[in-house]
């Protein structure tokens, strides 16, 4: 009985040795294909992270030579008591949240609507998809020049008013740029999931007698929640990192009614040259950045049944 216990513990260990570990030679073998892309993603997203952490801890004004010098947290204290930095906060945290809301709204009712077969669904599917193929830049001129203008503009023009929509109603105007370009975005993961839903479980519970609203809301929502949930963490990375509408449309104002967050850090860095709360600035919202998208991340794969990435 010791002797089979011990010959089993031989085999195990010699099994485990046999496994190859994670630095293996096996397991480099695998990873080398991936490792020119993860060299070139650190040397273009981790050392200019560095950079600007480094400079974060400067005071250091592009118009001032010889200004540079070593400030520790300095920078960061006064970001945080930047009555503007607070506000255009506050404009990212919204223009985020109601551009994702409204832009995923129309974009299930949209994919509602052409999850059913009607005549010539393919080209009005094109057609809903073309504003999302289209560049930010000439998606924000566009509406710019044929939808805000005071004197030529179609709301103007169907309206029957003449109002300056920049000036009077500007973070709405951008709002309502982004939730039309990214609406299309929201359409396709959503009908993606509603194609994917089992025909089966529809039937049965139209022989069940449930109607297309109770359908809807036991069966068909629930099954989209995981795509949901996608389509708000995407659309909401992109869109708290919108800076083409702004700058092109209302160039952050009037005063700093529509400045988010990356439109005022290329204010300071770029029109007020102070390379040190620039830093400090892009260094604080990277890391609030990573941790909604880490709380979200968490509640994803816990959706998807994912228990560990490897």
Request: one cysteine or more.
């Amino acid at each position: 009985m010791t002797q089979t216990a011990t010959t089993t513990t031989a085999v195990d260990r010699s099994t485990t040795r046999r496994r190859p570990g994670k630095w293996s030679r096996e397991a480099w073998l695998r990873r080398a294909p991936l490792m020119p892309a993860l060299l070139f993603t650190v040397l273009v997203t981790q050392i200019p992270f560095l950079l600007t952490v480094f400079y974060s801890f400067q005071s250091w004004n592009l118009v001032r030579p010889g200004s540079r010098h070593f400030v520790g947290l300095r920078n960061y204290i006064d970001v945080f008591a930047d009555s503007q930095f607070r506000g255009a906060m506050f404009n990212t945290v919204l223009l985020t949240v109601v551009c994702v809301l409204v832009a995923m709204l129309l974009g299930l009712g949209l994919a509602l609507l052409l999850d059913r077969q009607f005549l010539g669904r393919s080209v009005v599917r094109t057609l809903l998809i073309t504003p999302f193929l289209i560049l930010p830049a000439a998606g924000a001129l566009l509406w710019k020049t044929t939808m805000f203008d005071p004197t030529y503009g179609l709301l103007n023009f169907v309206f029957g008013t003449e109002v300056d929509w920049l000036s009077e109603f500007p973070l709405a105007s951008v709002m309502a740029q982004i939730i039309w370009q990214w609406t299309p975005f929201m359409m396709l993961l959503i009908l993606a999931g509603l194609q994917g839903q089992s025909k089966e479980v529809l039937e049965a519970a139209a022989v069940d007698g449930a109607g297309r609203w109770r359908t809807f809301a036991s069966i068909t929502l629930p099954q989209l929640g995981r795509y949901l949930q996608l389509a708000a963490l995407l659309g909401a990375i992109y869109i708290v990192n919108s800076f083409d509408a702004i700058y092109l449309m209302t160039q952050g104002g009037p005063g700093t009614a529509s400045t988010n967050l990356p439109f005022y850090i290329y204010q300071r860095a770029f029109e007020g040259f102070d390379i040190g709360q620039s830093s400090a600035m892009g260094v604080i919202v990277v890391v609030l950045t990573l941790i909604v998208a880490t709380f979200a991340l968490r509640l994803m794969f816990r959706t998807f049944g994912v228990s560990e990435v490897r």
